[in-house]
């Protein structure tokens, strides 16, 4: 069972805009930032948000963070079919000196 | 440009031990960040097994902490994981990854920015 939590599954059509939440505790999202791992099938994760909000280079301006207390979202505005993935939410935790994940949203475009 | 990339057998015994290596380019393990592993079962989300920066501590994940050693090649510039005793549930696919920690907007960061394509290992007699 993951630490955070994630909606296991999440849809929308071409150019619409999905969100995906993550849920966690004071002790990880709570105190500490948030990043999202976008992985699409069968390739290894990919770092789409750190620090909450920021995109790495490369990463479209579509991809956003945000984070309020102990909960944490990711939303992708003008959905492609080529964001069909899964998505998984990470926080430190400080108690354990390593990263928590959530246990990942499958993203469909329908 | 950072790349990772993992290596070893893909067929375990149950009981024995799991080893892996994590091979680095375009960046020296000796020059500072921190560098890891995480793991995915079938079908399953993320684990994050351990991290160690280059002579400094290493960390475990509790729940794996008594069956698992990282060591350095720092010559080779490659990294180790060994996990003993393993059973059905170690199955996965094994990710090295390395770990930046920064300052961003006044916080303290830490996220995995480059991961190696990952390597899958099965544990059956």
């Known amino acids: 069972q993951s630490v955070l939590t994630q909606p296991p599954s999440a849809s929308g059509t071409p150019g619409q805009r999905v969100t995906i939440s993550c849920s966690g505790s004071?002790?990880?999202?709570?105190?500490?930032?948030v990043n999202w791992y976008q992985q699409l099938p069968g390739t290894a994760p990919k770092l789409l948000i750190y620090?909450?909000?920021e995109r790495p280079s490369g990463v479209p301006d579509r991809f956003s963070g945000s984070k309020s207390g102990t909960s944490a979202s990711l939303a992708i505005s003008g959905l492609q079919s080529e964001d069909e993935a899964d998505y998984y939410c990470?926080?430190?935790?400080?108690?354990?000196?390593?990263?928590?994940f959530g246990g990942g949203t499958k993203l469909t475009v329908l | 440009q950072v790349q990772l990339q993992e290596s070893g057998p893909g067929l375990v015994k149950p009981s024995e031990t799991l080893s892996l290596t994590c091979a680095v380019s375009?960046?020296?393990?000796?020059?500072?960040?921190?560098w890891g592993w995480i793991r995915q079962p079938p079908g399953k989300g993320l684990e994050w097994i351990g991290s160690?920066?280059?002579?400094?501590?290493?960390y475990f994940n509790p729940s794996l902490k008594s069956r698992v050693t990282i060591s350095v090649d720092a010559s080779k510039n490659q990294f180790s994981l060994k996990l003993n005793s393993v059973t059905a549930a170690d199955t996965a696919v094994y990710y090295c990854?390395?770990?930046?920690?920064?300052?961003?907007?006044?916080?303290?960061?830490?996220?995995?920015?480059?991961w190696g394509k990952g390597t899958t290992v099965s544990v059956s007699s």
């Open positions: 990854a390395r770990r930046l920690v920064g300052l961003v907007r006044g916080a303290t960061s830490y996220y995995m920015d480059v």
């Open positions: 375009g960046y020296s393990i000796s020059s500072g960040s921190y």
């Open positions: 160690f920066y280059h002579g400094g501590s290493t």
């Open positions: 004071n002790s990880d999202i709570g105190r500490n930032t």
């Open positions: 620090s909450n909000n």
């Open positions: 990470a926080a430190w935790d400080d108690s354990l000196n390593g990263p928590v």
